[in-house]
Nanobody, 121 residues
């Protein structure tokens, strides 16, 4: 069974940096993409960044130029490095993976439990 464990959140001052990690356990027959979403209090969950299987990367306009999504296939871990953090980046960040767990089952979305990022002085 595929499981995602995200970590690395915390309290950081405006202008600071943070790197989130998402460790995947359990194998997947096919991974379409992996990514990060965030949800601030009272708001809907929104896409932050995605990394597609062929290496294409997509970023939300709000974080473009301030974040880098990457993946270490040896460690089966995805990262989101964020720089120049702003108070409006405060949210719970969730890692996501979409793919087939095996060739018999359909595609599905998998989620981490979430890690809190707070940007405040």
């Amino acid at each position: 069974q595929v499981q995602l464990e995200d970590s690395g959140g915390g309290l950081v001052q405006p202008g600071g940096s943070l790197t989130l990690s998402c460790k995947r356990s359990g194998s997947m027959y096919r991974t379409n993409y992996m990514g990060w979403y965030r949800q601030a209090p009272g708001k809907q969950r929104e896409l932050v960044a995605q990394l597609f299987s062929r290496g294409f990367k997509k970023y939300a306009d709000s974080i473009e130029g301030r974040a880098t999504i990457s993946r270490d296939d040896v460690r089966d871990t995805m990262y989101l490095q964020m720089n120049s953090l702003k108070p409006e980046d405060t949210a719970v960040y969730y890692c996501n993976a979409r793919g087939q767990p095996n060739f018999e089952e359909p595609e599905a979305d998998y989620w981490g439990q979430g890690t809190q990022v707070t940007v405040s002085s």
